[in-house]
């Protein structure tokens, strides 16, 4: 791999918002056929610059990848902070971040599937900085779960498992969800607050 | 692609139960490099065996994936039936259910995670057995939902959602459990069923 030693080769791209717009490009071919599937070549003829001029952003086509993904956790745990009532109960700021991030799930569907598989096996090391990313988002609701046992709010065995748990139920969307389908993100989210606040045991 | 040609084409592998050989090395593959990171010349490298003995079973990597996610949802489909006591209450029936879910992906773990990264991307046509397979196990728990909100035994909201829910949890521990780890996966479902069935709603 001499990739690396590229990242400051390549002519600069004559286009608007460079890296963003390779991102976004890299994002949509990454989600359509899979990590393996796009090459560099791809993402620049999809782009409409050289293959050198990607190079000029991106020394590899993992580091663009590891971008998209910091990028897009960076951006979840935003909208979500942004729409937490921290005054409101623990219940309600359970289902204001599951609503939350299910509409930023939504609005950055492209990403999240991408995410989901450019997963490339157990041996592959992860970029530090997507595990921080995913680590800090996640810290928010543990967080919120350990709070809210703590002050006896709210019902919670583990609160790293039920945060586990929550989380599962919202990535796993990445993988079954179809954008204009039955249901918006926003409604199964809505659902699974339901059942995960109120449970399943007859009332 | 002339692959599928080649389908009874390569000479018989003189090994005992080269089907079932083939398909757990290339599971273990998989799991360890990624779908794209694992070629069949890999595949026939550490089974012990010629490239042209692995297409004498199988025509193409795409058709070795298939199977190995096929036979998996069928074994955990059984393994779960055999489980479940149906006289008993359907709080009793989820938790079975959960729990033997649980026993068999942390009996085949790297099966499961091949399962997780082996999707190709959004233009992927997926294997209709595999949709099959996928369908008949979800099925299992739709119904075990649907009877429980129509007896009103369980407070169900939308049993599509409830089951979604519920499998969501459990698929996505093949994305960050680690064998060995601090808990076994039957207690992180036991912590997963506390949850959906009380909630956490003060009580």
Same mark, same amino acid.
């Given at each position: 791999?001499?990739?690396?030693? =590229?990242?400051?080769?390549?002519?600069?791209?004559?286009?608007?918002? /460079?890296?963003?717009?390779?991102?976004?490009?890299?994002?949509?071919?990454?989600? !359509?056929?899979?990590?393996?599937?796009?090459?560099?070549?791809?993402?620049?003829?999809? #782009?409409?610059?050289?293959?050198?001029?990607?190079? *000029?952003?991106?020394?590899?086509?993992? #580091?663009?990848?590891?971008?998209?993904?910091?990028?897009?956790?960076?951006?979840?745990?935003? *909208?979500?902070?942004? =729409?937490?009532?921290?005054?409101?109960?623990?219940?309600?700021?359970?289902?204001?971040?599951?609503?939350?991030?299910?509409?930023?799930?939504?609005? *950055?569907?492209?990403?999240? #599937?991408?995410?989901?598989?450019?997963?490339?096996? &157990?041996?592959?090391?992860?970029?530090?900085?997507?595990?921080?990313?995913?680590?800090?988002?996640?810290?928010?609701?543990?967080?919120?779960?350990?709070?809210?046992? !703590?002050?006896?709010?709210?019902?919670?065995?583990? /609160?790293?498992? #039920?945060?586990?748990?929550?989380?599962?139920?919202?990535?796993?969307?990445?993988?079954?969800?179809? /954008?204009?389908? =039955?249901?918006?993100? =926003?409604?199964?989210?809505?659902?699974?607050?339901? &059942?995960?606040?109120?449970?399943?045991? /007859?009332?």
């Amino acid at each position: 791999m001499t990739a690396k030693k =590229r990242t400051t080769l390549g002519r600069p791209a004559t286009i608007a918002a /460079p890296r963003e717009t390779i991102l976004a490009n890299a994002a949509k071919l990454f989600a !359509e056929r899979g990590f393996e599937g796009a090459s560099l070549q791809d993402v620049a003829a999809a #782009v409409g610059i050289s293959k050198a001029a990607v190079y *000029h952003y991106f020394p590899t086509k993992q #580091v663009i990848y590891d971008e998209i993904v910091i990028d897009l956790l960076k951006g979840l745990r935003q *909208h979500v902070v942004e =729409r937490l009532d921290k005054s409101s109960d623990f219940g309600d700021q359970l289902r204001q971040l599951m609503l939350a991030h299910a509409e930023f799930f939504e609005s *950055h569907y492209t990403e999240f #599937v991408t995410l989901l598989h450019g997963f490339g096996g &157990l041996t592959r090391n992860i970029d530090r900085g997507q595990v921080n990313a995913r680590d800090e988002y996640e810290k928010l609701l543990r967080q919120l779960m350990t709070d809210a046992k !703590e002050s006896g709010a709210l019902t919670v065995g583990d /609160p790293a498992s #039920v945060t586990r748990g929550i989380l599962s139920m919202l990535n796993w969307m990445a993988r079954w969800y179809t /954008p204009g389908g =039955r249901m918006s993100a =926003r409604q199964i989210a809505e659902e699974y607050f339901e &059942l995960i606040y109120n449970g399943l045991r /007859p009332r």
